[in-house]
Every structure is written in structure tokens, then in C-alpha cells.
């Protein structure tokens, strides 16, 4: 039912840092500005594809992830509603706001809102990005991956099969870490979640993936010459097989700039389990940074 990883939301005091930080670090264009000052940001022919809001600290607004069409939501919000949440229909001005022709919203066992939206607005002013870049793999893959920290792994496990229909990838068992990765079309993953020791949920990470090698080594350089601090050196997960590295973006959350990243065909997949998340790289630092918390309205 549901096809692709479509837009993310998020709350930040430094929402207007993304005007600089969008364009001239990540290759983003500038979108405009929502109705209360937010920063929206493309990589592509959609037209929005990462917002950032205002507020009073930083957080995790909303997940929106594409379905075919209306029909499509609601039989996956009537699942959710016999799981023992609600799914609530979105009014016309939220949906004006996101830029879609509709969306079912409803906060899953850990707290975060996911929106299951359908027409997705597209542009026909073409992509400018705010530097030169190669492009952005998105299309039927979608804006990339999110990498969720989850109160209970085996509830959302289940969760995200059962209910929401994600389709197992891998499963990474490292020590402590375990992770469990989901894929919705040809992308690897489209959605990962483990479980922190502390049980806290967060936001880990957003993954999004240039066409070529040399857009990654461009924003790394950027990154140093910044002094915009990289939360993990330049490696190549072992799973997915992608070339990346994580920056630490204005409004504290990890952001995965990466390329190479495996396909898969959702009709032949057999899921794995590797003992390490990188075959080499990959090197934590700054482990004093925190994950970004879930949006409190």
C-alpha cells in the first residue's frame, strides 16, 4: 500500500539557518516558505520535500510517505484503527500545506506521526539545486530513508509489517545493537528502526543519496570547511552497501549524505542478518550530540 518515503517534517529554532544551510551544504533549492515561516526545501520535481517549521525546540514533526491513492490510506488506516490507534483525515488547509491532495495521520506505538498522503504536488519549474550537484536519486524511491529509535523493538517490528506493510530487508546484530531495516520499492531501506539502551525514542537519522560518488567527497569538504561537525567518518554500510557520511544539521538532527546504494526487487528479496552495520569507516565522533525528540504538539 504504501510506496515511498514522501516528505519530513520538522520543528526548529534555527528553522531559518536551512536557507543557507539547504542550498549550500546539501544542494537543496529553496522552496519557498509555509504559512508560518517554515523552509521548504527540494531535491527534485516535487515540490517540497523536507520542511522545517519554527519552534521552540528541536523536533520530529511528521513522517509523510506516499500511498497510490485514497483507498489505499484508509485500508491501511483501518488497520491502525483495529491496532488500538486512530487515524484521523486531514483537513483541506493541512493538506494545502503539505502540498498534497489528501492525508491520513496517526502516531504510531512510539509516538511518532506518520502521514499516508496521495498526490503529491509536483512542479513544473524545474530543479535548480543551491550548488553544483549531480541530482538526487529520488522517483519511484522516494525522498530516501528515516532511522527511527523505538520504545520497543518487537512492537514495532510488528507494527511496521502488520500494520503499515513494510517489507522486511535485513536485520543488523551487533553486540547490543540490533536493527531491523524495511524496504517499500527498489530502494534497500526505507524505514530502519533499533532500540536505544535508555529505551528513549529518536529520531536518528535522514538519509538522502546524490548520483554520484564526487557529490559526497564535495559535501564532506564543505562539512570541514565549515567546521559543521560530522557525526560519523566516510565508510560503507555493510547491508545496503552505501558510500556515506553523517553530518550534524542546524536543527540537531543526523543526516546521512551517501551514494551506491543497493537495490533490491521486492519480488525476490530474501532478508539477511550481517554482525556489523559497515564493512569499513563509519567511525563514530561527537557522541555528545543528541537524536532529535518527537514534536510534543
Not at 43 to 50: F, M, N, S, W
Not at 106 to 120: A, N, Q, T
Not at 133 to 147: E, N, Y
Not at 152 to 176: A, C, N, Q
Request: glycine share 10%; net charge negative; hydrophobic share 40%.
Amino acid at each position: 500500500m504504501i510506496k515511498s518515503l514522501a516528505y519530513l517534517g520538522v520543528r526548529s529554532p534555527s528553522y531559518q539557518e536551512w536557507e543557507r544551510f539547504g542550498p549550500e551544504v546539501l544542494g537543496l533549492q529553496v522552496a519557498g516558505h509555509g504559512p508560518d515561516g517554515a523552509v521548504r526545501l527540494r531535491l527534485d520535481e516535487v515540490a517540497q520535500r523536507i520542511v522545517i517549521h519554527p519552534g521552540e525546540r528541536n523536533a520530529v514533526a511528521y513522517i509523510g510517505w506516499s500511498v497510490q491513492d485514497e483507498a489505499a490510506a484508509m485500508t491501511v488506516a483501518r488497520r491502525v484503527n483495529a491496532h488500538g490507534l486512530e487515524a484521523v483525515r486531514a483537513g483541506a488547509e493541512e493538506c494545502a500545506e503539505r502540498k498534497v491532495e489528501g492525508f491520513v495521520w496517526f502516531k504510531d506505538p512510539s509516538g511518532f506521526r506518520h502521514e499516508l498522503s496521495w498526490g503529491l504536488h509536483h512542479t513544473v519549474a524545474a530543479f535548480h539545486p543551491g550548488r553544483a550537484i549531480s541530482g538526487f536519486r529520488t522517483a519511484d524511491q522516494g525522498l530516501g530513508h528515516v532511522v527511527l529509535a523505538v520504545q520497543d523493538l518487537d512492537e514495532g517490528d510488528r507494527f511496521y509489517r502488520e500494520v503499515m506493510g513494510f517489507y522486511p530487508s535485513d536485520t543488523v546484530r551487533d553486540g547490543p545493537l540490533v536493527a531491523h531495516f524495511y524496504h517499500l520499492n527498489g530502494r534497500h531501506h526505507s524505514l530502519a528502526i533499533s532500540a536505544l539502551p535508555t529505551r528513549e525514542v529518536a529520531f536518528l537519522h535522514l538519509m538522502i543519496e546524490v548520483n554520484a560518488i564526487d557529490d559526497v567527497g564535495t559535501a564532506h569538504d564543505i562539512c570541514q570547511q565549515r567546521e559543521i561537525p560530522i557525526t560519523t567518518t566516510l565508510g560503507k554500510h555493510s547491508n545496503d552497501r552505501m558510500f556515506s557520511f553523517y553530518m550534524y544539521t542546524p536543527s540537531c538532527f543526523r543526516l546521512e549524505y551517501g551514494w551506491g546504494g543497493l537495490d533490491v526487487d521486492p519480488d525476490l528479496w530474501t532478508p539477511r542478518t550481517y554482525d556489523k552495520p559497515s564493512s569499513w569507516g563509519h567511525r563514530r565522533q561527537h557522541a555528545e550530540l543528541t537524536a532529535l525528540k518527537l514534536d510534543e504538539a
